[in-house]
């Protein structure tokens, strides 16, 4: 049985994701029942939320989880009309800006489509004055830069699959809120991560490759374009604004930013610190490499981290062009002023709190990886 001592009932679509499982998080300790949508995979894809986990012959449950894809209409009508959720989150999507170029059509059904797909599930069961939906919308909307600071304001001009579908996502829900007065928004959110970002996402990939040349696991990171700059935040505090936007008067859209941007070489620079190794960068373009030119012993020691595996003079950062995008989204810095003023949203996080954290988080992972790799346990071959 489902719990229903009257608490609000959310539905998060993408809710195996880095934004989904903060989200259900929080919402959890609101005192919500928490739906999610999960896609059916050919192997877990729950580890993220895996701690949030209930017995589902538990007789009072507030965690439920529901098999569906945002690409099926039928049943995310059948499953909406079964919740009838106060609140929608549409988390799900093929997030991956490079990979939009590879599966265009799809991203656009997913992404773009599956937004309308909401919205008219939500009217066509006549929940328009129940139900409150959250569109993920993004930074990369304003793609080539037209001014800076982003704000509310600033004119879209997006540069990537991924953003034109994700265009259509935040039009359709504007379209919506004033066609059928619909309580619905977006959150025009700049990049968040944290230590349950995917792993081929730049932050998460340059910490991970840091704690593992630090553990002498791997010798190189490869990476794209290094000039980019990118206004991160950390998704905790991202999804509070998430659920702050659903609980104003007025449904309205609003930039979720830090406004405090940062190239990829200096996120690099600023990871490879945190355990006591000092880089530079020398060459251009293709040609460009980090280097160690110092290291500090008191952080190595601290953490554990054996001096032999920090070779000074040695080449650590190669740009590989497989990286690069054919059009590339220079610089993103929020203007989050509206959210300051109205929904008192300030984030807690600064980016070196958030780099040290991912750090931390990806060394204790990696120690783990070392330990099984000393113990012979690391490769299983399922197949000889
Ligand atoms: P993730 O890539 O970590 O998570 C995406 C989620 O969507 C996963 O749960 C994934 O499932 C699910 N999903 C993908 N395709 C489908 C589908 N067809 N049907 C149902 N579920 C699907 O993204 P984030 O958590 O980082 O981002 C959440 C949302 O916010 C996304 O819409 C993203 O585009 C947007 N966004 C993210 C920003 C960021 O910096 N993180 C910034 C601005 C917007 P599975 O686990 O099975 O892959
Ligand atoms: P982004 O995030 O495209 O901003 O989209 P990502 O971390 O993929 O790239 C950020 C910048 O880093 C450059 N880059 C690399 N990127 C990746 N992934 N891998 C590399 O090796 C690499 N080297 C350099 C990229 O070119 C880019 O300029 C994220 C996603 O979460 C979207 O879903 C979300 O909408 C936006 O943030 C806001």
């Known amino acids: 049985m489902i719990s229903t001592n009257k608490a609000k009932v959310a539905l998060i679509t993408g809710i195996t994701g880095q934004d989904g499982a903060y989200l259900a998080e929080f919402l959890l300790k609101k005192g919500y029942v928490v739906h999610g949508l999960k896609r059916r995979s050919s192997l877990f894809n729950t580890d993220r939320i895996d701690h949030l986990y209930q017995d589902p012959h538990a007789t009072h449950r507030n965690f439920i989880l529901h098999y569906g894809d945002l690409t099926d209409s039928s049943n995310l009508i059948r499953i909406i009309q079964e919740i009838q959720p106060d609140e929608i989150y549409n988390l799900a999507a093929q997030s991956h800006v490079k990979v939009s170029f590879d599966t265009p059509e799809y991203t656009a059904n997913a992404d773009g489509i599956g937004a309308l797909r909401i919205l008219d599930a939500v009217r066509l069961l006549g929940l328009t004055k129940k139900t409150r939906i959250y569109q993920a919308s993004t930074s990369e909307l304003y793609g080539l830069v037209q001014e800076v600071p ?49 792993e081929t996402f730049v932050t998460r990939k340059i910490t991970r490759a840091v704690a593992k040349i630090a553990l002498g696991l791997q010798d190189k990171l490869f990476l794209g374009n290094l000039s980019a700059q990118r206004d991160w935040g950390h998704a905790k505090d991202y999804v509070e604004a998430m659920w ?66 920090v070779k000074l003079g040695q080449t650590v950062v190669k740009v590989d062009s497989q990286y690069f995008r054919p059009t590339e989204v220079d610089l993103l810095i929020g203007d989050p002023s509206k959210a300051n003023n109205k929904l008192g949203w300030l984030p807690k996080y600064t980016l070196p709190m958030l780099i040290k954290e991912m750090v931390d988080c990806d060394l204790q992972l990696m120690r783990k990886e070392e330990y099984l790799r000393r113990g012979g346990f690391s490769i299983l071959n399922y197949f000889e």
């Open 150 to 198: 982003q704000s509310e304001k600033t004119p879209f001009y997006p540069r990537s699959p991924y953003a034109v579908a994700k265009l259509y996502g935040y039009w359709i829900t504007v379209n919506y809120r004033e066609a059928y007065h619909m309580y619905a928004c977006n959150g025009i959110l700049f990049n968040h991560e944290s230590p349950v970002r995917g």
């Open 244 to 309: 702050l936007i659903l609980q104003q008067e007025q449904p309205e859209d609003y930039v979720i930013a830090t406004g405090v941007t940062t190239t990829v070489r200096d996120f690099v620079r600023m990871a490879f610190a945190e355990v006591g190794i000092e880089i530079e960068f020398s060459g251009k373009d293709e040609l460009e490499k980090g280097v160690i030119i110092d290291r500090d012993d008191e952080i190595l020691n601290r953490l554990n981290i054996p001096i032999e595996h």
